[in-house]
């Protein structure tokens, strides 16, 4: 389920408390007082057999005896009766339910959820705190103090941390649109949570508490679809879990629970914070600032101290200062004394009046170099603050499509108290400490960082990059076939020359000095010799890899030591013989490791760092969800400390990226088709201004196909959706639509009659902004879908002609669709030609329902409904000039 009835849950009509009581300290007295004490305006009802009334308030032995259908049931009860009274509820109507009892067993568990899902009641719980809607008065919950109504969703997976953070906020005046605890979590989940509070009008940003994520497919899906619309932040506890000790690579090693977790959220377009402190730092930030694009930081102040303790602040961050261009210096000289600070910490002096405050900021909004600006001020006797504040908020753009340049600090308590609320009543971010807004800044910074990924949408497969699936099904099979797990290194090099990965060639030899010798001399010498054996994993941890072997003797003297060491150290190791390979030697190469292993929660993930036999010491890497493309791969890579050094120094030329961000969309795709992948390394992967090559390579396979696309977390580009038709003696492409349409959806948009816009989609505007055509082209296809028709313009270049797309509700009931084409081309055919395939890819999907809202003038899309099998339904909530019409899919 996802939000089907979560309006009982938190905007129910009626409440029913079960278990209610005035016993002191019990749940059941403290929920009940905390709804009858409250603002709710709904019907309240007790349900307790002990009971006749509770302070005058009747009381009802049984559900059945109530005097009406609760629309939400609170529970207090004993575990072993909470199952029987859910049965109950859903068969009276009753269409949610929280569910504050504690200590229920894993069969009390499953059997409550069961009678639950028979009659489409919600639960949240078990053994939660319950939850609270401060804009409807309602406090179901047995918290000790009650929420104020504000602007932010707060969802937690702690019940202890719900009491201590409304304790927190209220002292602080902060509010709240919703404040949910999850507790078990059985049913309703931070799935469901992020798709109810996606769409509601009164959150502004939703804050995260999260412990464990499960069904991580629908948690990216909500997440992503939510982060489009607004801020979401996420503290998760659990930093330093212990490593996957017994993996079987160094992948496996590296990739740490808490750092998948971490691109997860980046992938998602959200950002996590590491206290409950810089939750409410970055919900202020992204609330109040988030328009900002700048890259750099002016900081503008009246006191040296606070402006160098920025600086400082910035320099550890890694937020860039602005430097100040020479035009800007001279026009500050103009405005401000001459011993102000002639750069960036700007100080004006702590005597400045009003005036100078205002001339020194209208020289900085007048030069867009100068990044955003970080106004600091310390009080002083000169000018009161609320004054100068006053006198700024005017400078402050209020355009809404302006980016917000203006950060603020007001140092101290009382005597700035004033100038903090003006600012704040502007809407201007507000800080308590420099080092607070620097980190703000960087915050946001990574933040836009976030929602770039969040725009990328790559298939599973790259046209032009396909591997050789069959090769590497051969190899897979095989190696399963006989028992074995770990493939040899010629397996699994000749499995990424497969996915077009240069490898150096390698052959496997038997255990013998003279075979060894005979490749040598047939590959030419200096050689590398490697053991190869099932039993161990990293040849180099029992000296079983030797480099530059310069001639025939020296590869016979490794061969014997090597053989001692392993019998001396593994003595129940079998060996299979050795590997040898020519010894690759190239100018200023880097080695670096690229892997992937299964996370417990998220599947299938990609590592990459800095490689080589040190690489758990050196932890350089990053980590990434599949599926990627160049710009995701890039991203990927940025993210790690020998970047710098891929980049090229002093002497030493840059790598060839391309191939790198090759290397690891490759590995992206071996994923998404061979399902059977657990673990893969290349290490090393060198990498120089020449190409790419992998030295070494370890694959670990599994049966139970733990990769493949349908285990990642992430739905890829439906690229098995594109499909090539004759329409009109034209050729057409129809294909889901990708982020990179924006600028073809644009000038479609352009082109189409104002009045067909109206009567298709009820959108009036010749414009339309940015944020808005992001949203319709950057779809998140696990729970939409848009078919575009493509085909070439007069130009030559490709041209959209047409779009149908569909939204279907999150428990995949109903889907609503609205469908439009070039004005030129009405009556043409193209709308019906969209319609089937949306239609087919709904039913496909499993959709029950295709619906829409048809001005009832709009002859041309009732008649093609008509045509379609759509027919007339009688609810319609939409106007008198609308008609309703559905199609049943299955």
């Not at 109530?66 to 009753?94: D, F, H, N, Q, Y």
């Not at 078990?126 to 939850?131: A, E, K, T």
């Not at 002016?298 to 920025?310: C, S």
């Not at 000038?747 to 959108?763: A, C, I, K, S, T």
């Amino acid at each position: 389920m996802s939000i089907r009835n979560l309006d009982s849950l938190f905007d129910p009509a009626s409440i029913a408390v079960f278990g209610a009581s005035l016993r002191a300290g019990s749940v059941g007295s403290t929920v009940w007082r905390n709804l009858t004490s409250g603002n709710y305006k709904g019907a309240l009802y007790a349900v307790n057999p002990k009971h006749r009334e509770l302070a005058g308030h009747p009381v009802v032995a049984h559900a059945a005896d109530l005097p009406a259908i609760p629309a939400l049931a609170v529970i207090c009860t004993p575990p072993a009766s909470v199952a029987k009274l859910i049965e109950e509820l859903g068969r009276l109507g009753t269409r949610a339910a929280v569910v504050m009892t504690a200590g229920m067993t894993g069969e009390q568990k499953q059997t409550m959820l069961e009678a639950a899902q028979r009659h489409l009641l919600r639960i949240l719980g078990p053994n939660c705190i319950g939850l609270l809607a401060p804009h409807k008065g309602l406090n179901a919950s047995f918290s000790h103090i009650d929420a104020l109504p504000g602007e932010l969703a707060f969802v937690s997976q702690s019940g202890a941390l719900v009491t201590a953070m409304l304790d927190w906020a209220q002292g602080r005046g902060i509010g709240f649109s919703y404040f949910v605890s999850l507790g078990e979590h059985t049913d309703v989940d931070f799935g469901d949570m992020l798709d109810y509070l996606a769409s509601d009008p009164k959150t502004r940003a939703i804050l995260l508490y999260a412990e464990s994520i499960e069904s991580p497919r629908k948690f990216m899906s909500a997440a992503r679809a939510a982060a489009r619309n607004k801020p979401v932040i996420v503290v998760k506890a659990g930093r330093s879990p212990q490593g996957q000790l017994a993996a079987a690579s160094h992948t496996g090693a590296l990739a740490g629970s808490d750092m998948v977790f971490d691109a997860a959220i980046d992938r998602a377009g959200m950002l996590r914070v590491n206290t409950l402190q810089e939750l409410f730092l970055a919900a202020e930030t992204l609330s109040r600032f988030r328009t900002n694009v700048s890259n750099s930081l002016t900081i503008l102040t009246n006191g040296g101290g606070a402006g160098v303790m920025a600086a400082d602040a910035a320099a550890y961050m890694g937020v860039q200062l602005s430097e100040l261009s020479e035009a800007t210096r001279k026009q500050l000289d103009a405005v401000l004394p001459p011993n102000w600070s002639h750069g960036n910490p700007v100080d004006i002096i702590g005597d400045a009046p009003v005036t100078r405050y205002e001339q020194a900021l209208k020289v900085l909004n007048a030069d867009p170099a100068s990044g955003a600006v970080l106004f600091i001020h310390a009080p002083t006797a000169i000018v009161p603050s609320a004054d100068i504040a006053r006198a700024l908020v005017p400078l402050v753009p209020h355009d809404a499509f302006a980016p917000a340049r203006l950060m603020s600090c007001w140092l101290g308590d009382k005597a700035v108290q004033e100038a903090r609320q003006v600012f704040q009543d502007a809407g201007i971010a507000n800080y308590d400490t420099p080092e607070q807004a620097v980190r703000a800044f960087s915050m946001l910074q990574r933040y836009r960082h976030n929602q770039a990924e969040l725009t990328e949408a790559p298939p599973a497969l790259l046209p032009d990059m396909r591997p050789d699936t069959a090769a590497i099904k051969a190899i897979v099979q095989a190696a399963l076939a006989s028992g074995r797990e770990m493939l040899t290194e010629p397996e699994a090099k000749a499995v990424l020359d497969a996915c077009r990965i240069p490898v150096v060639p390698t052959q496997r030899v038997d255990a013998t000095p003279e075979a060894a010798v005979s490749a040598a001399l047939t590959i030419g010498f200096p050689v590398v010799l490697k053991i190869l054996s099932d039993d161990i994993s990293h040849k180099s941890d029992v000296g079983g890899v030797a480099l530059n072997l310069q001639d025939a003797q020296e590869v016979r003297d490794a061969v014997q030591s090597m053989l001692v060491r392993v019998q001396r150290q593994h003595p129940k190791a079998r060996l299979q013989g050795f590997t040898v390979q020519a010894m690759v030697r190239r100018a200023h190469a880097q080695e670096l490791i690229v892997g992937s292993t299964i996370d417990s929660v998220f599947g299938p993930v990609i590592l990459f760092g800095q490689g080589g036999t040190a690489v758990e010491v050196m932890a350089d890497r990053a980590v990434a969800l599949p599926p990627l493309n160049v710009p995701l791969a890039k991203a990927l890579v940025s993210r790690t400390r020998v970047a710098r050094l891929l980049a090229g120094w002093r002497d030493t030329p840059a790598v060839d990226e391309a191939a790198l961000h090759g290397v690891l969309v490759a590995v992206s795709q071996l994923l998404a088709e061979i399902p059977e992948i657990a673990e893969l390394d290349i290490n090393p992967l060198i990498v120089n201004f020449e190409g790419a090559m992998a030295l070494d390579a370890r694959i670990r396979l599994s049966a139970t196909a733990p990769a493949g696309a349908t285990n990642f977390a992430i739905c890829p580009y439906p690229l098995q959706l594109e499909e090539t038709v004759q329409w009109q003696g034209r050729t057409l492409c129809l294909r889901p639509i990708r982020p990179e349409d924006e600028a073809l959806h644009m000038e479609f948009l352009q082109h189409l009659d104002p009045e067909d816009v109206r009567m298709r989609v009820f959108y009036s505007k010749r414009a339309i902004e940015r944020s808005e055509l992001a949203r319709l082209v950057q779809i998140d296809y696990a729970r939409e879908m848009a078919f575009v028709a493509l085909a070439p313009g007069p130009d030559g270049q490709p041209q959209t002609l047409g779009v149908v797309r569909a939204m279907a509700d999150p428990d995949n009931i109903e889907a609503e669709f609205g469908v439009i084409v070039r004005s030129e081309l009405k009556g043409s055919g193209l709308g019906l030609l969209l319609m089937q395939k949306l239609i087919a890819y709904l039913r496909s999907q499993g959709t029950q329902r295709l619906v829409a809202t048809v001005l009832d003038y709009n002859e041309r899309m009732l008649k093609l409904a008509k045509e379609l099998g759509f027919k007339e339904v009688a609810e319609n909530e939409a106007g008198e000039c609308t008609k309703c019409i559905a199609l049943p899919l299955t």
